[in-house]
């Protein structure tokens, strides 16, 4: 009598593969935009969590760990529910998902005013160019000016926006010669913003105007409106 072949072992449970199409996200919101050239527009905040950085000022220091995976889709229709033409997709530091780029040019797609905030240490070549980059530039007072990733001054575009977020006069010094260094008011529009409650507004505004800069003064409306409330 021929015995029966072996009934092979089942192999171990291989782990389930990530959905191509998922970010891990901290918050979504709908607020008025506070910064950058559509200050004052109802807007839609997609948060994604993470940040490689850690700037000494951060107030968004609750987006760096946590966070819930979210597919494209469920935020596309959940952006869409609130009925605003901006969104802004932010963070944290939200090119640390590369996913983040799928996402930007499918909200471009969708026919979304998309702006991007982002720190300027990450790559930004492979952003959609329908999305309005606001980089932040790090000035000696984050901590962080180390990682600012100049290359990327050749992707900006006439719609982009570069920001300097200043803690005083050592960084306005600063960035007047990354101003002047690099030619940006001839790239792209440039905002210098003072660091909440550590630089007084009235005082950026009378060293921009006695150097006669070609930068646009920005204070964050959302927390004269809100103050450090989070989700604002």
Not at 18 to 29: C, K, N, P, Q
Not at 82 to 90: L, N
Not at 123 to 150: F, I, Q, T, Y
Not at 156 to 182: C, I, N, S, T
């Amino acid at each position: 009598m021929v015995s029966p072949a072996p009934v092979p072992a089942p192999e171990p449970d291989a782990p389930a593969p990530v959905a191509a199409d998922r970010l891990r996200i901290t918050e979504v919101f709908h607020s008025v935009q506070g910064e950058g050239d559509a200050v004052g527009w109802p807007t839609v905040f997609v948060r994604l969590t993470g940040c490689p950085l850690r700037c000494t000022w951060c107030d968004t220091t609750y987006s760096f760990h946590g966070g819930l995976w979210r597919s494209i889709d469920g935020l596309l229709a959940e952006v869409a529910a609130f009925g605003a033409r901006h969104v802004c997709v932010t963070g944290g530091e939200p090119l640390a998902q590369r996913r983040c780029l799928d996402l930007l040019a499918r909200l471009c797609d969708a026919g979304f005013e998309v702006s991007l905030e982002t720190s300027g240490a990450l790559d930004v070549g492979g952003v959609d160019p329908r999305v309005r980059k606001v980089m932040d530039l790090k000035a000696p007072g984050s901590g962080e000016s180390g990682r600012n990733l100049w290359s990327n001054l050749a992707h900006l575009r006439p719609h982009d926006q570069v920001k300097f977020v200043l803690a005083g006069r050592d960084d306005y010094d600063w960035a007047v010669a990354r101003l002047r260094e690099h030619d940006l008011a001839a790239r792209c529009q440039v905002l210098f913003s003072p660091v909440w409650s550590t630089l007084a507004p009235r005082e950026l505004a009378q060293w921009i105007l006695d150097d006669r800069l070609p930068v646009r003064l920005q204070v964050q409306l959302h927390k004269l409106l809100w103050g450090e409330e989070p989700g604002r």
